[in-house]
Structure formats: C-alpha cells, structure tokens
C-alpha cells in the first residue's frame, strides 16, 4: 500500500470543500479511504491520478502518454474530482470520521 506521504496535500484540497475534517482522521484511516475512493473509480482514471497527484507528472506528460491535449487532460482532471466528490463515494470518508 502507497504512503500517505504520496498523496500531496492539493488532492485532499481538491477533495475538500468545506471544512477540515479529513484532518481529524488518522494516517491509516484516510490513507485506506483514499484508495478505497480512488478504486471505485475507471482504470483510466485510477491511471491518471496515480501519475498526476502521485508520481507528480505535469498535465503536458499526461497528454503525451494518453495521445491527447493538455486541454483535455485538465477537463479528465476536473471530472475525476468531482467524481471522487460525489457523495457516494466520499460517503467512506465521513463514515470513517463518524466511526470515531
């Protein structure tokens, strides 16, 4: 299993409207929802955040791996946040923190 040192803080920004509450969840807590989260997601899209909020690649890279713009590589982005967002899949995160 991936550290959470992996996971950039930006991609618990990105996750996080409002409130902190991720903070108030341990370090094996929230790396296990995270990957739960980012599971339930297409293969493509796994792909994609393991380069982009993990290994670190620029959008330009991705672009270039995928065959696509770096436009569209942004748009993939964005719909994966919202994905990961959606409250059926970020219901693991709070039903951890209400576990406590």
């Known amino acids: 299993m991936t550290k959470l040192k992996k996971y950039p ?6 996750l996080t409207t409002g409130g902190n ?23 493509a899209e ?9 290994q ?3 959008t330009a890279i991705i672009g270039k791996m995928f065959n696509c713009a770096e436009s569209r590589v942004r748009e993939i982005n964005q ?16 039903m951890r923190k209400n576990d406590e």
């Not at 803080?9 to 990105?14: Q, T």
């Not at 719909?79 to 709070?94: C, Q």
């Open 9 to 14: 803080y930006n991609l618990l920004s990105e």
């Open 21 to 43: 509450f991720i903070s108030d969840l341990g370090e094996d807590e929230l790396l296990v929802s995270l990957e739960f989260i980012i599971n339930t997601l297409k293969s």
């Open 46 to 54: 796994q792909e994609f955040i393991r380069l982009h909020y993990i």
């Open 56 to 58: 670190g690649l620029k």
């Open 79 to 94: 719909k994966v946040i919202l994905k990961l967002r959606h409250p059926s899949r970020f219901k693991h995160l709070m």
